[in-house]
């Protein structure tokens, strides 16, 4: 089983990834784009997570490779509250989509209120970023909202492996 983990920044992603990862015993990688994976050297079974755009050629790239596709969302007011509080300890976020629409610099030392949240918010880098999920979602084998993950993560993780119609080995 190979699973791709398509997905915008802070949607639980890597609670997910390691959740489904442990339960189905694979090894998981992550990157920040494509070409930072090696592709042809990956092991037959695994698990790759990564915030990136939906193309149909990337898609086709994926599917041709074995890989089921696992999207989470999450709430987007959840999704910028969170990165508004994340980039304040991760300088990686400017690497999320390979910068693109800019990055979380203004954040710095913004909050909830302010006006600098207010423009990220209403900007092309949020807009970008909370895209991903949404591109991903008609395309997945499985969409996990981050919200039913939370409420009930043992119940929606036995979903997601139903759904792939995979057994747990742990």
């Known amino acids: 089983m190979?699973?791709?983990l398509a997905c915008t920044p802070r949607t639980g992603n890597?609670?997910?990834?390691r959740v489904v990862a442990h339960a189905l015993a694979l090894p998981h990688f992550a990157g920040h784009k494509p070409d930072e994976i090696d592709w042809d050297g990956l092991p037959e079974r695994c698990l790759v997570a990564m915030h990136w755009h939906y193309s149909d050629e990337f898609a086709a790239f994926l599917?041709?490779?074995g890989f089921r596709i696992i999207v989470t969302t999450r709430h987007p007011m959840d999704v910028l509250v969170s990165i508004l509080h994340f980039a304040a300890l991760e300088p990686a976020t400017a690497r999320w989509l390979?910068?693109?629409g800019g990055d979380e610099g203004q954040l710095a030392h913004a909050?909830?209120?302010?006006?600098?949240?207010?423009?990220?918010c209403l900007g092309d880098r949020a807009d970008a970023l909370l895209r991903v999920s949404w591109e991903w979602r008609r395309h997945?084998?499985?969409v996990v909202r981050f919200e039913d993950f939370l409420r009930a993560p043992v119940e929606v993780a036995a979903?997601?492996?139903q759904d792939l119609g995979a057994e747990p080995v742990v």
């Open 140 to 142: 997945a084998d499985v």
């Open 63 to 65: 599917r041709a490779r």
């Open 98 to 100: 390979d910068g693109e």
């Open 111 to 120: 909050e909830p209120d302010s006006p600098a949240f207010t423009q990220y």
């Open 2 to 4: 190979r699973i791709f």
């Open 159 to 161: 979903g997601i492996l």
């Open 14 to 17: 890597l609670w997910i990834r």
